[in-house]
């Protein structure tokens, strides 16, 4: 399968973030915020999956969310997802099924943290899948400002740019 198959037959579409998705997972039942934490002000599904596919050469820009977020490995190349820690170290997580080269299919990262990814290998492309629990809602996402997340950042400015929009 290619990357064109895999975006036809899945029907994903394009991601603000970069790459293309689809959810294929929200859960029915609900979490009323009074029994999540302070940073959620709405009820949450329990969980939330979609499908995501990244191109090499493109990249999943830095962004972040409010609960943590699963990563499996699906098809393709490996994958690095770039975490930036609260004190200010960088994290390479890296996604594959190779782990005698430090790859494990499932990765997590924490709510909150920011994060980009990259394919691997050049002339290709990942396939994953991602689950957010408690689930997704798009008002809990924020993509980076690359002049902000610089100034949070500045010892990894040159990967900040490279894995960002340009700033508005």
Excluded at 27 to 35: F, G, L, N, R, V
Excluded at 38 to 64: C, D, K, M, V, W
Excluded at 150 to 160: G, W
Aim: a negative charge; hydrophobic letters at 40%.
């Amino acid at each position: 399968m290619t990357a064109a198959d895999w975006i036809h037959h899945l029907e994903l579409i394009p991601h603000p973030e970069g790459g293309y998705f689809r959810e294929s997972y929200r859960a029915t039942e609900s979490i009323s915020p009074d029994a999540l934490p302070e940073r959620y002000n709405q009820p949450r599904h329990l969980s939330t999956a979609i499908f995501f596919l990244l191109i090499s050469g493109h990249f999943s820009a830095f962004h972040r969310v409010q609960s943590d977020e699963l990563w499996h490995f699906h098809d393709g190349s490996p994958l690095t997802l770039h975490l930036l820690d609260p004190d200010g170290r960088l994290r390479r997580l890296h996604l594959g099924l190779q782990p005698h080269l430090g790859q494990l299919p499932q990765q997590t990262i924490p709510a909150g943290t920011w994060f980009a990814a990259s394919v691997d290998d050049p002339d290709t492309f990942t396939l994953v899948g991602c689950t957010v629990a408690p689930g997704f809602d798009f008002a809990d996402f924020q993509l980076a400002d690359r002049r902000s997340l610089c100034a949070d950042f500045p010892q990894h400015a040159d990967l900040i740019i490279k894995l960002t929009r340009r700033s508005s």
